[in-house]
């Protein structure tokens, strides 16, 4: 069973920067997206930005042009750099990997707590 590990949350001031890790215990190379999630408190979970295997990302558009994912399938782990940050990206981060052969498989991290303050 893959375990995804998130690391790097903590508090930071508004206009800050964070980077998030994620590790996973095995090879990401065979996942087809890996994904960072958030989710605010009575707030449903939303994608944050994501990247496939061959390196193609996506951003939500709340993030964009301040947030960029990274994978570096030699650590088998992925990155999320977040800067100018604002406190409405309060929220704890999920990691989610997805792999679609040869049937799908997917997985969560436990997620990690960003808290920014005004």
């Known amino acids: 069973q893959v375990q995804l590990v998130e690391s790097g949350g903590g508090l930071v001031q508004a206009g800050g920067s964070l980077r998030l890790s994620c590790a996973a215990s095995?090879?990401?190379?065979?996942?087809?997206?890996m994904r960072w999630y958030r989710q605010a408190p009575g707030i449903q979970r939303e994608l944050v930005a994501a990247?496939?295997?061959?390196?193609?990302?996506l951003y939500a558009d709340s993030v964009k042009g301040r947030f960029t994912i990274a994978r570096d399938n030699a650590k088998n782990t992925v990155y999320l750099q977040m800067n100018s940050l604002k406190p409405e990206d309060t929220a704890v981060y999920y990691c989610?990997?997805?792999?679609?052969?040869?049937?799908?498989?997917?997985?969560w991290g436990q997620g990690t707590q960003v808290t920014v303050s005004s």
């Open positions: 095995e090879s990401i190379f065979s996942f087809n997206a």
């Open positions: 990247i496939t295997d061959i390196g193609t990302t």
């Open positions: 989610y990997a997805v792999r679609l052969l040869p049937s799908k498989f997917d997985t």
